[in-house]
């Protein structure tokens, strides 16, 4: 049985199964991303199945660019950011859109890898101490996966995904996984990959400094 620090990763604290009827627990998922597939749905209610994409996006921690303009916006410091503070509200938010791929199951699964150490989140608040940017993830490794973001105030998801990156450098981090290429991620640096050349990048990427052991926002 996998165990991470006494809990099991076999067991979901309820039954999931994916299309083909068969269980998802935690140790599936973390599974699944050591082999190059995420999990996806049609819609919210849907149902579980996984996607191995030919090529995909990632950013280079190393060559990780940040746009003037949000350099500026950044400057005057319009949100408070925190990680890990509201996961779940996070990846909610996330799938608050007409067309969501993030249905009930998924969000189970990643709150539990969040509660084992897996999943991570960064969060924008506004001076009210509303909720009004977020993404979230999955550490692989030396990859972070990064799975969505959502944002109700313009910048906000923006300077979390500068957030995540700045963190994920001070804890040795190689890369961040952005899965499908978007104007936003091109615009910091990501590039297209084959799945020959993501797998090699897995297997030679070397495990990262716990989340909390480094302060955060960096700066």
Not at 42 to 62: M, N, Q, S, T, Y
Not at 200 to 206: M, V
């Amino acid at each position: 049985m996998l165990v991470f620090q006494g809990r099991s990763l076999l067991k979901p604290i309820r039954r999931i199964r994916d299309e083909e009827g068969i269980p998802v627990s935690p140790a599936r998922v973390l599974r699944a991303y050591g082999e190059r597939c995420f999990p996806m749905a049609d819609h919210r209610d849907g149902k579980i199945f996984w996607i191995r994409p030919f090529e995909r996006a990632v950013i280079d921690l190393d060559e990780f660019h940040i746009p003037t303009s949000l350099k500026k916006l950044r400057n005057r410091q319009p949100f408070r950011l925190t990680t890990d503070v509201a996961f779940r509200a996070v990846i909610e938010a996330c799938s608050e859109r007409r067309e969501t791929w993030i249905c009930h199951d998924i969000e189970e699964l990643f709150v539990q890898l969040h509660a084992l150490g897996f999943a991570h989140s960064v969060e924008a608040w506004d001076d009210r101490g509303r909720l009004v940017g977020g993404v979230y993830g999955l550490s692989v490794g030396g990859v972070f996966a990064g799975e969505s973001m959502f944002h109700r105030e313009s910048g906000a998801s923006k300077l979390c995904i500068v957030a995540l990156v700045e963190h994920l450098q001070n804890l040795g981090y190689a890369v961040l996984d952005c899965q499908q290429q978007t104007p936003h991620m091109e615009r910091f640096g990501a590039e297209m990959i084959s799945d020959e050349n993501y797998s090699s990048l897995l297997s030679r990427s070397s495990a990262p400094l716990d989340w909390q052991s480094r302060s955060f926002p960096v700066h």
